[in-house]
């Protein structure tokens, strides 16, 4: 089955930063791939995604970047805020299925003001 | 902005009880799906609902959990006879159909097995 790696398992930035999570996928049929960010105590809330016909996508400081054949996609967060401070997750659909994804380990991403 | 909604909030429960979790879901979509959180750990799988019937399950949805959508706007999660592994936030979440859609979490609900 699919399985959804993610790196690093914390990362720590100085306010004013960028930030770049990265995640691999292992099944290649994956074909939609959203980001969620849950703050502690919260639900996760998606803040981006990006479908496999694209290779990037922005929305204002953050941005996702594809690459299909390397089967890897990663998150940038320009300008750090310490509200950005929350755990990060990247998700895969496994065999480009609409049944379920596949959540990543996540992502502490601490912004130190 | 439409939300999913989940009762309880929190739960405690007595090893070896029944618990039913619920949900209702935004009301146009149209598959469901729960998912749970141990703490500090990632978001996992458990099942999807569409049309009325399950559409995949994971390996930890076992004979005894079940869903059901009782009366077209309810979506329960039961666990028959908790077990202290089962302690977890369960999240519900839904998405209007089809696919590449992110989902719509409900806030959770918190089971503590005692």
């Known amino acids: 089955g699919e399985n959804v790696e993610q790196h690093p398992s914390t990362l720590s930035v100085q306010e004013g930063d960028s930030a770049v999570i990265k995640c691999t996928y292992s099944d290649s049929a994956s074909n939609y791939f959203p980001w969620y960010k849950q703050e502690l105590g919260k639900r996760p809330q998606l803040i981006i995604d990006i479908r496999s016909n694209v290779g990037e996508k922005k929305d204002q400081r953050i941005a996702v970047t594809l690459n299909k054949t390397a089967k890897h996609f990663s998150l940038h967060i320009t300008e750090t805020q310490p509200e950005d401070s929350a755990v990060y997750f990247c998700?895969?659909?496994?065999?480009?299925?609409?049944?379920?994804?596949?959540f990543g380990p996540g992502t502490s991403l601490s912004v130190i003001p | 902005e439409p939300e999913v909604t989940q009762t309880p909030s929190h739960q405690v429960t007595q090893m070896g009880q029944e618990v039913i979790l619920r949900c209702v879901p935004i009301s146009n979509h149209l598959y469901f799906y729960w998912y749970r959180q141990i703490l500090g750990q990632k978001v996992e799988f458990l099942v999807s609902f569409y049309n009325n019937e399950i559409s995949e399950k994971s390996e930890i949805f076992d004979d005894q959990f079940s869903v059901e959508r009782p009366d077209g706007s309810n979506f329960t999660l039961k666990i028959r006879s908790t077990k202290l592994e089962d302690s977890a936030m369960y999240f519900c979440a839904s998405i209007p159909g089809s696919w590449g859609y992110g989902y719509t979490f409900g806030s959770g609900t918190r089971l503590t097995v005692v």
């Open positions: 998700a895969a659909n496994p065999r480009a299925s609409y049944d379920k994804v596949i």
